[in-house]
């Protein structure tokens, strides 16, 4: 439950940074937000199970490798998905 926390939170803030570096993809702060949680949750999740996140949910707790791979594959995730939907608003906007 804290890994899933740790990538919620990394995946805010990783949309919202994705949004100030690309300015023509932003969706403001609430929708690079938003976007960001939810890539954080589903990329964290994906990512987390094909890497070192299933051996570190195995050991049963929350060591300093495993909140950091957390907190990146949740920031990927959320930049990745913050990007996608940016793509996506722009092109139906033409």
């Not at 919620?8 to 702060?29: E, F, R, W």
């Not at 999740?45 to 594959?73: E, K, R, T």
């Amino acid at each position: 439950m804290e890994q899933l926390i740790v990538q919620l939170i990394a995946g805010a803030v990783g949309g919202n940074a994705v949004g100030a570096a690309a300015k023509n993809l932003s969706l403001g702060t609430l929708g690079n937000s938003i976007a960001g949680i939810v890539g954080g949750g589903i990329g964290g999740q994906i990512l987390g199970s094909l890497g070192g996140g299933a051996m570190a949910g195995a050991a049963g707790g929350m060591d300093f490798g495993s909140i950091i791979s957390s907190f990146a594959s949740g920031g990927v995730g959320g930049g990745a998905l913050m990007v996608v939907v940016g793509l996506i608003k722009k092109a139906m906007a033409k």
